[in-house]
Every structure is written in structure tokens, then in C-alpha cells.
């Protein structure tokens, strides 16, 4: 299975930060890659496809980018709706596989 | 609209078993792979299965190989999960999704409790 190396697994920040979280994938995956937010009690949303792709819906505030095995997903201005956890997903091989995750906190 | 809804979860004893449902809706369910993916508490998301449009190709985490049965009946547009041996460890939030893009349509998930 593809490993996907995901940090930081937590962040502390404010509303109107400007925040980063990074995904490694253990080997060339295609740009098959996908960021979901993911709140208590709630489904997973999908937020970006395809590396930089954003779902309908999805504010452009949220945005990805990165190639082969390295990839970024930007909170451009936080927002008090966007603490939550955030996972990377790569979709070129079965299983998809998940990042470990970042739990974005209200500092 | 789209649509995925699990039920089925519950209190079960260890070495019990459960099923289950994921009823989907809103979309052509024979054209797609569905998976079941679980999270424990305090811990990240971990496929569990997947099982191809006909039923023919199904995968399973080793973490629940022998022990949990995928299935689905396209005439009924639904999935289930069969669990059998169940531990403490298996006691987490099973979500039901489509496998499409990666997944991208989730259930809100169905909370199971494995204890004495």
C-alpha cells in the first residue's frame, strides 16, 4: 500500500492565519491526490481533487498544490468553520489511502 | 443528490458479531467500486474494505481479513459490512463510501462499541 506522510499532526491558529499542511506520498502517485475536512459527528467532505482541484461549493480560500510525491493544501484566512481535521488521500492505487491526519486548533 | 447512510452499529460483546447497512442514493450505485473505511477514537482513518461494481474484486485490511465479510446487492442499491470475532480494538466509526475520485461521497458514519 502507498504510504502518505502527512504533517504537522497538529496546529494552533488564529482566525485570519495563514496555514499549511504538507503530504508525502512514498512513491510517485500521479497528482491523484485529494484533501478532506473532517469535523466530529460529521461525513468527511471532500474539499480538493486532483492536487488543486476544488469541489463546487468550496471556498477559494482553501487551495493545494505539489507534484509526484509532495503536496500542499493552504488555508489562505482562517475562518472560525475551519477548525477541524484535515486528511491528504491518494487515489492512484487501491487502497486509497489516507495521511495521518492534522487537527487544526483555535489558538 | 447524492447520498450514502449507514446504520447497524451498537454495543456488542467481544467475539460477537454485527452487520452493517449502507443504503446510497442519488446516483447509478451498479457503476461503482463502494468501500467501508473506520475510525477509531482518536485515531486517523483506516480502509477496511472495498468491493468492485459486480461483486467480483474485493479487497481487505489485514487488520480485518477472516473476520469481516463486504458485500452488496445492486438490486437494493446497498452495502453491508459483516462482522464477525469482533474485538475491542474493531470499536470505532464505520463510514460507508463511494469509491469515486478517491471517495467522494462519505455517510455520517455508525458508531461501534465493542465491550463487556
Known amino acids: 500500500d502507498i504510504q502518505l506522510t502527512q504533517s504537522p499532526s497538529s496546529l494552533s491558529a488564529s482566525v485570519g492565519d495563514r496555514v499549511t499542511i504538507t503530504c508525502q506520498a512514498s512513491?510517485?502517485?500521479?497528482?491523484?491526490l485529494n484533501w478532506f475536512q473532517h469535523k466530529p459527528g460529521k461525513a468527511p467532505k471532500l474539499l480538493i481533487y486532483d492536487v488543486s482541484h476544488l469541489e463546487t461549493g468550496v471556498p477559494s480560500r482553501f487551495s493545494g498544490s505539489g507534484s509526484g510525491t509532495d503536496f500542499t493544501f493552504t488555508i489562505s484566512s482562517l475562518q472560525t468553520e475551519d477548525f477541524a481535521t484535515y486528511y491528504c488521500q491518494q487515489y492512484d492505487f487501491l487502497p486509497y489511502t489516507f495521511g495521518q491526519g492534522t487537527k487544526l486548533e483555535i489558538k | 443528490q447524492e447520498q450514502v447512510v449507514e446504520s447497524g452499529g451498537g454495543l456488542v460483546k467481544p467475539g460477537g458479531s454485527l452487520r452493517l447497512s449502507c443504503a446510497a442514493s442519488g446516483f447509478t450505485f451498479t457503476a461503482y467500486y463502494m468501500g467501508w473505511i473506520r475510525q477509531a477514537p482518536g485515531k486517523g482513518l483506516e480502509w477496511l474494505s472495498y468491493?468492485?461494481?459486480?461483486?467480483?474484486?474485493?479487497y481487505y485490511a489485514d487488520s480485518v481479513k477472516g473476520r469481516f465479510t463486504i458485500s452488496r446487492d445492486n438490486t437494493e442499491n446497498s452495502l453491508y459490512l459483516h462482522m464477525n470475532s469482533l474485538r475491542a480494538e474493531d470499536t470505532a466509526v464505520y463510514y460507508c463510501a463511494r469509491v469515486s475520485r478517491g471517495t467522494d461521497y462519505w455517510g455520517q458514519g455508525t458508531l461501534v462499541t465493542v465491550s463487556s
Open positions: 468491493i468492485s461494481s459486480s461483486g467480483n474484486t474485493i
Open positions: 512513491q510517485d502517485i500521479s497528482n491523484r
